[in-house]
């Protein structure tokens, strides 16, 4: 984890992505995933990013979370946990 102006940025390992996100929905009240972003860096062996933005209403914070990706290996979804995740994802 780190921060970057000013937001908690967690980068989390591939298989562990639903764990994580379901950690902070339910223990640390990040209620509402507001985007999925996905970012290329053709120069690394993993060259895809995919980037979850969290907003806790309750608290009034955002987190982003990050997760490394590759052609032959993809994220898995989250629609488990919040179903709009289908929409942002085939996005």
């Not at 921060?3 to 967690?10: A, F, M, R, S, Y």
Request: hydrophobic content about 40%; proline content about 4%.
């Amino acid at each position: 984890s780190k921060e970057e102006h000013g937001e908690i940025v967690l980068t989390v390992a591939r298989g562990e992505i639903e764990n994580v996100l379901r950690c902070l929905r339910d223990e640390h009240e990040y209620q509402q995933l507001m985007a999925i972003a996905g970012v290329d860096y053709p120069s690394r062996a993993d060259r895809f990013e995919v980037v979850y933005m969290l907003l806790s209403l309750t608290k009034n914070h955002r987190i982003l979370v990050k997760v490394n990706a590759a052609e032959d290996a993809p994220v898995p979804t989250v629609t488990t946990l919040w179903p709009v995740a289908g929409w942002l994802e085939r996005e």
